[in-house]
């Protein structure tokens, strides 16, 4: 359908290169969490998301970051917010 809004498929394709697919290995389980508590929280900066989650605030800054370089998350000195509801990951072996 001419005009129609590309799908979230299409999108992710574009945003996950392929260089980046190997960093999909990064969603260790505490990233995962950090992800689903943004997803369901309003998180207003990353010193309340470390406290909300009980974990060191060096620590969340960094997986902050990873996750921002992946296109998973988006931050400024406002706002934590995931982008996605869900993520789907394929791999062709």
């Given amino acids: 359908m001419p005009g129609a809004a ?11 290169s392929r260089s980046a697919i ?9 990233r995962l969490h950090l992800l ?3 997803r369901r929280h309003e ?6 998301l470390a406290a909300g989650l009980r974990r060191n605030y060096k620590n969340v800054h ?21 982008l996605y509801a869900e993520v789907d990951a394929r791999f062709v072996l």
């Fill in 6 to 16: 590309p799908s979230v498929e299409k999108l992710l394709r574009k945003q996950i």
């Fill in 22 to 30: 190997w960093k999909l290995a990064a969603l260790t389980p505490k």
């Fill in 36 to 38: 689903r508590y943004v």
């Fill in 43 to 48: 998180v207003r900066n990353i010193k309340a």
């Fill in 62 to 82: 960094k997986d902050v970051e990873e996750l921002t370089k992946l296109g998973l998350l988006s931050w400024t000195s406002e706002q934590v917010v995931a």
